[in-house]
């Protein structure tokens, strides 16, 4: 089954063995699937729960393979996406998750995990206030989208620099590697930016970027290194910008909201932001959920520079950038 889609990505779950319903029609049972959860039921996470980071690989049949870099699950097995749930916390804070059934070779239920959006602390009620079964594609769609935040700068094809927030459908954008693109489809979203939805600032410098980089945290940067400092075995990288975190030149910036933009063009591109060179929107079994029905339908079920993996071969590893001086690294090498 193709993926269609370049790597796979890593999503922080709780397993639903550790999420119990302790008051309302099912109080005592654990978390399971839609068709047996109550409106008004109440859950709580085990004390010293943690979550662990499934990967999953889109497929073509919006099911999800568990990849081989996984720290929970089967490898290969089939992940369906069951349901969107809303939990509301004692203090009126709202958080979205997605329910996720792991298969195995029959089709029988193995695992049932729950992706949280926001932060799930341990002991607290949560408060079970919206089931949608229609919903959960959508919601990992747009988590999956790689975002630029309000005021990035994108870089034109005439080298002007651009607010995200004022391209327009049409306009000429500077790519790496196929010169002046057309810009397709513009995607704008505003959510809480809480958990896997708050955006990755890289500082100004950091990776020789003129001014600050905020974007999604699964944006993938693309650095050519001169020098190989980490170790990859090739020049060009692209680098999830999630694994750069150091809590000084790279941080999660939470709090607030945060407004999203998706940059879609005919292939998949990287372009010009603050100066360093990040991708567009990739389309893919998963993400193309985020696109108008009309769009969807219109571009077919192969996407000549997109479903043909462009830029295939290039994620880095990350456990190659599981350290602190990740960042000054790249930007050593970029430099030489």
């Not at 980490?230 to 990288?237: D, F, H, I, N, V």
């Not at 108008?292 to 043909?308: N, R, W």
Request: glycine residues 8%.
């Amino acid at each position: 089954m193709s993926t269609g889609s370049l790597s796979s990505q890593s999503v922080p779950v709780y397993l639903a063995a550790h999420i119990r319903a302790t008051d309302g029609a099912n109080m005592g049972d654990l978390l399971s699937f839609a068709s047996e959860l109550t409106l008004d039921d109440v859950y709580e996470l085990d004390q010293g729960a943690e979550p662990a980071r499934l990967s999953l690989t889109a497929r073509d049949d919006e099911t999800f393979g568990i990849g081989q870099d996984t720290s929970i699950g089967d490898p290969g097995a089939v992940v369906h996406l069951d349901s969107a749930l809303t939990f509301m916390s004692p203090d009126g804070g709202i958080c979205d998750a997605v329910l996720m059934v792991e298969v195995d070779e029959e089709g029988a239920a193995a695992q049932i995990y729950l992706l949280p959006f926001t932060t799930l602390a341990p002991g607290t009620e949560y408060r079970l206030v919206g089931i949608e079964r229609d919903e959960a594609h959508l919601k990992f769609a747009q988590l999956a989208c790689v975002s630029f935040t309000r005021g990035t700068h994108i870089t034109m094809a005439s080298g002007a620099q651009k607010p995200v927030e004022e391209l327009s459908v049409g306009d000429r954008v500077l790519t790496r590697d196929d010169g002046v693109q057309t810009l397709r489809w513009i995607g704008t979203s505003t959510t809480r930016a809480v958990g896997e939805f708050a955006p990755i600032r890289i500082s100004a410098g950091t990776l020789n970027n003129t001014a600050d980089l905020l974007v999604s945290p699964d944006h993938r940067l693309f650095i050519y290194q001169r020098t190989d400092e980490l170790g990859a075995g090739r020049a060009e990288l692209l680098v999830k910008a999630r694994h750069l975190v150091n809590g000084d030149t790279v941080t999660v910036a939470q709090g607030g909201f945060v407004d999203y933009f998706q940059l879609l063009f005919d292939s998949h591109q990287i372009i010009y932001a603050e100066g360093i060179a990040a991708e567009s929107m990739l389309i893919t079994s998963r993400t193309r959920r985020v696109l108008p029905a009309d769009l969807s339908e219109s571009l077919g079920t192969h996407v000549k520079g997109h479903s043909d993996l462009p830029h295939a071969g290039l994620d880095v590893n990350e456990g190659l950038l599981k350290r602190h001086d990740a960042a000054d690294l790249l930007k050593k090498a970029s430099r030489r």
